[in-house]
Structure formats: C-alpha cells, structure tokens
C-alpha cells in the first residue's frame, strides 16, 4: 500500500522592502500542485476539480466540480470540508475556497444541471 506524503506547500514571498514581513501572495502554482494532489480521491467518484482563479488580494480560490460532483448532495461540505480545509492548510494565504461551476455554466441560481 502506497503511503501519501503531507506536504506543506508555503511559498510566501518576503516584504518588498526585503524585511521579515510577509508579502501578501499566493501562488498559484502552489495552489495547483495541492488540487492534483486532492484530484483522484475527487476522481474515484467520478467527479473532477479543476482550478479557475485565484484572487491574491482575498486569498479566494475558485474552483470548477464537474461530473458526479454537480448532483452530488454533499458537495458542499466535500468542497468546505475537504478543500478549503486542506488548501488553507497546505497553502499560506489561502482564505476560502468557492465553486463557480454555476457562473461558469451561465446560471444566475440553482444547479448548473436543468430539468
């Protein structure tokens, strides 16, 4: 059995100063590498994440479920839960997480699926 490695992903750049403060930024690199890492248990249902934006000002990072994930009735507590929790965990400046799945599919409300 395969064991997975936690890593902390923290690429925080140094004040423009060059003082000991932080810059506030967040990688998006960083913020990728972490989303691959969290893909295949997403895929094992057969949902998929896939990364949109990443606003370095808020700290938000929007991101797309698609397949399963649309109809899934806990996919909200997967993406606060499971996403934003490990994503601001492993990514310093990460500050929520949101889905724009919905936005993305030109729906102002509701589900991007219709009936």
């Not at 403060?21 to 990728?32: H, L, Q």
């Not at 009735?73 to 400046?93: C, M, Q």
């Amino acid at each position: 059995m395969s064991e997975v490695q936690s890593t902390k992903v923290s690429p925080v750049a140094t004040a423009p100063d060059g003082g000991d403060a932080p810059a506030s930024t967040i990688d998006r690199a960083a913020v990728e590498k972490v989303i691959d890492i969290m893909r295949p248990a997403i895929q094992a249902d057969e949902g998929d994440i896939f990364l949109r934006d990443v606003d370095v000002a808020t700290g938000v990072v929007s991101v797309e479920l698609t397949g399963a994930c649309v109809t899934c009735p806990v996919s909200t507590a997967t993406l606060k839960d499971g996403i934003e929790r490990i994503l601001k965990k492993r990514v310093e400046g990460v500050t929520s997480v949101v889905h724009v799945g919905a936005e993305l599919a030109g729906a102002e409300t509701g589900t991007a699926v219709s009936l």
